[in-house]
Nanobody, 117 residues
Framework: QVQLVESGGGLVQPGGSLRLSCAASGMVFGTAVMGWYRQAPGKQRELVASIGSRGDTNYVGSVKGRFTISGDNAKNTVFLQMNNLKPEDTAVYYC???????????WGQGTQVTVSS
């Protein structure tokens, strides 16, 4: 019943920007920790950024200062603003919802981000 749909990925040059969106349905937005993960070919999936119900955020060190996670509760949408993109940011980016009460986790299908000259 919970569905997460990512959008906003694409091909950009180093130094460019992208804004990813994750539209959530079938859930109460404020009851879950929302996060963005990414997975590059041949590498493990890593947590990029997360935001809690009280608006607390955290980021992996490699993106801190460049990426910003935010949410719009009225639209049931979480965003990832990515600035000053680097080639090493190239990956499939996945939206994630983690429910503290049940421990259940849900994933979107992912959106491709490619940073290349």
């Amino acid at each position: 019943q919970v569905q997460l749909v990512e959008s906003g990925g694409g091909l950009v040059q180093p130094g460019g920007s992208l804004r990813l969106s994750c539209a959530a349905s079938g859930m109460v937005f404020g009851t879950a920790v929302m996060g963005w993960y990414r997975q590059a070919p041949g590498k493990q999936r890593e947590l990029v950024a997360s935001i809690g119900s009280r608006g607390d955020t955290n980021y992996v060190g490699s993106v801190k200062g460049r990426f910003t996670i935010s949410g719009d509760n009225a639209k049931n949408t979480v965003f990832l603003q990515m600035n000053n993109l680097k080639p090493e940011d190239t990956a499939v980016y996945y939206c994630n919802a983690q429910f503290r009460s049940s421990g259940n986790t849900y994933w979107g299908q992912g959106t491709q981000v490619t940073v290349s000259s």
